[in-house]
C-alpha cells in the first residue's frame, strides 16, 4: 500500500469545522483513499472513502486534490465526541488488508 | 453498517497459559478477517491475514507458532495466545469484509484487551 502522510495532532473548537489533511503522493491509479477513525480503547470506525471525486457521507466530507497526492477529511461542525485518532489510508479494493500509519490525533474542546 | 463482534472484551491470564479470542461477523459472510494488535499509543499492527478454510498468512516478524488462528467458518475466526507472557499484553482487533464485490470496506470489532500478569 502507498504511504500516508498526516500531522501527528490537530486541535478543534467544538462547533466548527475540523479539517484533516492527508499526503499520499505515491498512490496508484486504482488506489482509493479510506477514512477511519478510532475512540480510545474501541476498534476502528469507517468515515468515508472515495477515488478521486469528492465525496460526501453523513459522518463527512471527503476532498481529494485533481493530482490525487493530497486529501482533506472535513468534519462539518465537530463535537467532543470527535475526538479520535483519524487515520488516512490508501488500498488497492480486491486486496482487503488494511495498513495503518500513525494516523492525526484530533483534540475537539469546549 | 455491518457488525463485527470479539469476545471476551477483556481478559487477565497468568503467563505461562493460552487465551483464545474469537472474531465474529454477525450479520455478514466473512471469507477473509484480520487481526490486527495495538500497543499503548501506537498505531494498529496488522498480525495475520485469516482465511476460511485454510492456513492463516501471516505478518512478516509474527510467529504464527504463537498466534494460533483458525477461521473455521464464514463467520468466525478465532486467535489463541499460545503461552502467554507479559510481553503479549496488548489490544487485540479482528476485522472482516463482507465482500470483494463491494466497496471492500472493512468492519472491525470491538477489541479484546490482554494483559498477561
Known amino acids: 500500500d502507498a504511504k500516508t502522510t498526516q500531522p501527528t495532532s490537530m486541535d478543534c473548537a467544538e462547533g466548527r469545522a475540523a479539517n484533516l489533511p492527508c499526503n499520499h503522493s505515491?498512490?496508484?491509479?486504482?488506489?482509493?483513499v479510506y477514512w477511519y477513525r478510532q475512540i480510545h480503547s474501541q476498534g476502528p470506525q469507517y468515515i468515508i472513502h472515495?477515488?478521486?471525486n469528492n465525496e460526501t457521507n453523513e459522518m463527512a466530507s471527503l476532498i481529494i486534490t485533481e493530482d490525487r497526492k493530497s486529501s482533506t477529511l472535513i468534519l462539518p461542525h465537530a463535537t467532543l465526541r470527535d475526538t479520535a485518532v483519524y487515520y488516512c489510508?490508501?488500498?488497492?479494493?480486491?486486496?482487503?488488508?488494511?495498513?495503518f500509519g500513525t494516523g492525526t490525533r484530533l483534540l475537539v474542546s469546549p | 453498517g455491518a457488525v463485527v463482534s470479539q469476545h471476551p472484551s477483556w481478559v487477565i491470564c497468568k503467563s505461562g497459559t493460552s487465551v483464545k479470542i474469537e472474531c465474529r461477523s454477525l450479520d455478514f459472510q466473512a471469507t477473509t478477517m484480520f487481526w490486527y494488535r495495538q500497543f499503548p499509543k501506537q498505531s494498529l499492527m496488522l498480525m495475520a491475514t485469516s482465511n476460511e478454510g485454510s492456513k492463516a498468512t501471516y505478518e512478516q516478524g509474527v510467529e504464527k507458532d504463537k498466534f494460533l488462528i483458525n477461521h473455521a467458518s464464514l463467520t468466525l475466526s478465532t486467535l489463541t495466545v499460545t503461552s502467554a507472557h507479559p510481553e503479549d499484553s496488548s489490544f487485540y482487533i479482528c476485522?472482516?469484509?463482507?465482500?470483494?464485490?463491494?466497496?471492500?470496506?472493512?468492519?472491525f470489532g470491538e477489541g479484546s484487551r490482554l494483559t498477561v500478569l
Open positions: 476485522s472482516a469484509s463482507p465482500g470483494l464485490e463491494n466497496t471492500g470496506e472493512l468492519f
Open positions: 489510508i490508501v488500498r488497492v479494493v480486491g486486496f482487503q488488508k488494511l495498513v
Open positions: 505515491t498512490i496508484s491509479g486504482n488506489e482509493y
Open positions: 472515495g477515488l478521486k
